[in-house]
């Protein structure tokens, strides 16, 4: 497994190279197939409802987990809903994999796309547990930097027709229609949410906005949709009208960290406990149903948990080893002896005076 001492890193170049080389597509599935496999051992990993720092314009998370057999993963993430005024991303992230034998890193990654992708296949999988079995017609609602992924996420789990969108941002609906172009049989841009929803069986919100953001109505919910609610994630950021809740099948990742974060978070632990049908892993092991008849009205709150993560680092590890990508650094000492860490400083400030180019890379 991996070089003794060396750490595989993946750049933004590294996993742009990945997905050109596996093929996008291709990609999206594996993930999906991964996290059904991950979502269905659910009881052998070792998690946690993630530590949130919220800041002035933003929160900042870390996301460990462990399979308890080979892997140890964790993610570092930010949501700062105003970057994108000044030119920045909303969500960018980090993450490591390592091995739990040793503890040795073993990746090093970007996850900025890592995250927008397993975000995706997560809902994917969500709504192909959820959904009506004919739902063609798709509203997604903030088409920022995820909205992409989403869409085309949803079209490998659904024979989807249309995609209706709406973002407050003019310039971000222009970008989504120049992406999207081709890639579906219909694409309608709308002039609001209410108007995007109009005729959809499935709806996705991903705004960003750390409030409690009222994007979709109780009354423009009808019969047989299924509700994706990605951007209620955090503690004082929701998206739905709260007189949706009481109306739907809500099904969540993981409810310890869902109740704080989730749209769950209006309703007392009481409410919620009764509220919510099931974790995600009972559908993937069959212990509950995602959805009981063509008529009810379904809620999958993500919040995203570490599990996602692990899943999307470990396919990523795989990738870059059978592709031979990412780049290979010591991020870890040689040593002939390991108790002699300091001889490690004494030789390295050697070559350093030697200016060895390795050094400065
Ligand atoms: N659940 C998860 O696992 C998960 C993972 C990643 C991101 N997210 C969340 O998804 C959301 C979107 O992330 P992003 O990276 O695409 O952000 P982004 O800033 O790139 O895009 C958000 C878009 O929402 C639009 N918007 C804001 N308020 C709106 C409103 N009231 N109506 C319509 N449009 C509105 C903005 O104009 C922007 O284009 C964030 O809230 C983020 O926290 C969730």
């Known amino acids: 497994m991996g070089h003794n001492n060396s750490m595989k890193i993946i750049t933004i170049e590294s996993i742009t ?11 999206l599935q594996d993930l999906i197939d991964a996290l059904r496999r991950d979502f269905g051992h659910w009881d052998k990993f ?3 409802p993630r530590p949130s720092m919220h800041v002035p314009g933003g929160v900042l998370e870390l996301m460990p987990v462990c399979d308890n057999e080979t892997y140890y993963t964790f993610k570092y993430v930010n949501c700062h809903p105003k970057n994108t005024s000044h030119g920045e991303l909303t969500v960018v992230a980090t993450g490591q994999l390592a091995r739990i034998d040793t503890g040795y890193p073993l990746l090093f990654s970007e996850m900025t796309i890592l995250t927008a992708l397993r975000t995706a296949a997560t809902t994917a999988l969500a709504t192909d547990l959820m959904s009506r079995k004919d739902a063609r017609v798709i509203a997604i609602i903030g088409t920022g930097a995820q909205s992409e992924f989403q869409v085309l996420a949803l079209k490998l789990v659904r024979d989807i027709t249309e995609v209706r969108y709406f973002d407050l941002d003019e310039k971000a609906m222009d970008k989504f229609a120049k992406n ?5 049989a219909k694409l309608t841009r709308c002039k609001n949410a209410e108007e995007a929803v109009q005729g959809a069986d499935i709806i996705t919100v991903c705004i960003a906005s750390k409030t409690h953001a009222e994007v979709i109505k109780n009354d423009w919910v009808k019969a047989g949709v ?3 609610g990605l951007g209620g994630d ?4 929701t998206e739905l009208e709260a007189s949706i809740l009481p109306r739907a ?3 969540v990742e993981y409810f310890e960290q869902s109740f704080v974060e989730g749209e769950i978070q209006r309703l007392s632990e009481e409410e919620a406990k009764k509220m919510v049908h099931a974790e995600i892993h009972e559908l993937i092991n069959g212990t509950k149903k ?3 008849s063509d008529e009810e009205i379904t809620l999958f709150d993500s919040v995203g948990i570490g599990l996602e993560d692990y899943s999307v680092l470990r396919l990523t590890y795989e990738l870059s080893e059978k592709y031979d ?3 290979d650094l010591n991020l870890i000492p040689i040593l002939s002896d390991p108790k002699d860490l300091f001889s490690s400083y004494a030789e390295k400030t050697k070559t350093q005076e030697k200016g060895n180019a390795i050094l400065t890379i």
């Open 290 to 292: 995602g959805r009981h």
């Open 226 to 228: 299924h509700i994706n």
């Open 325 to 327: 990508i990412g780049l």
């Open 17 to 27: 190279a990945l997905l050109h080389r596996h093929g996008f597509d291709e990609f």
């Open 180 to 184: 999207m172009q081709g890639k579906f």
């Open 249 to 251: 099948r809500i099904v």
């Open 234 to 237: 955090t503690i004082g950021k």
């Open 46 to 48: 070792s998690k946690m």
